[in-house]
Nanobody, 123 residues
Framework: QVQLVESGGGLVQAGGSLRLSCAASGRAFSTSSMAWFRQAPGKEREFVSGISRDGKSTQYAEAVQGRFTISRDNAGNTIYLQMKSLNPEDTAVYYC????????????????WGQGTQVTVEP
């Protein structure tokens, strides 16, 4: 069982940047696709970005395209989400998930989740 731990969230002003990290334990990391999701209060968890096992393929939700960048370090068992030009609509708890499917939008195909990291963007 892979364990995931997110970090890097915080409070930032609109237009600011944050870099999230997700550290994984377990050998399944390097053979799995990874993704970032987010969940705002009262809303369902939604797909933000996904990255393939080798890091060569990425996908983004339309709302973050051009502002967020996902990357991974298989040697360090970590994925990242660089977030720029943040706006209040980006406020949410951000989760990383592990799946054998690349950039899957459905939460049901992710069999490992972290505890989440809060991102709050003030106007």
């Amino acid at each position: 069982q892979v364990q995931l731990v997110e970090s890097g969230g915080g409070l930032v002003q609109a237009g600011g940047s944050l870099r999230l990290s997700c550290a994984a334990s377990g050998r399944a990391f390097s053979t799995s696709s990874m993704a970032w999701f987010r969940q705002a209060p009262g809303k369902e968890r939604e797909f933000v970005s996904g990255i393939s096992r080798d890091g060569k393929s990425t996908q983004y939700a339309e709302a973050v395209q051009g502002r967020f960048t996902i990357s991974r370090d298989n040697a360090g068992n970590t994925i990242y989400l660089q977030m720029k030009s943040l706006n209040p609509e980006d406020t949410a708890v951000y989760y990383c998930g592990l799946s054998r499917f690349f950039a899957a939008r459905g939460v049901e195909v992710y069999h490992s989740w972290g505890q989440g990291t809060q991102v709050t963007v003030e106007p």
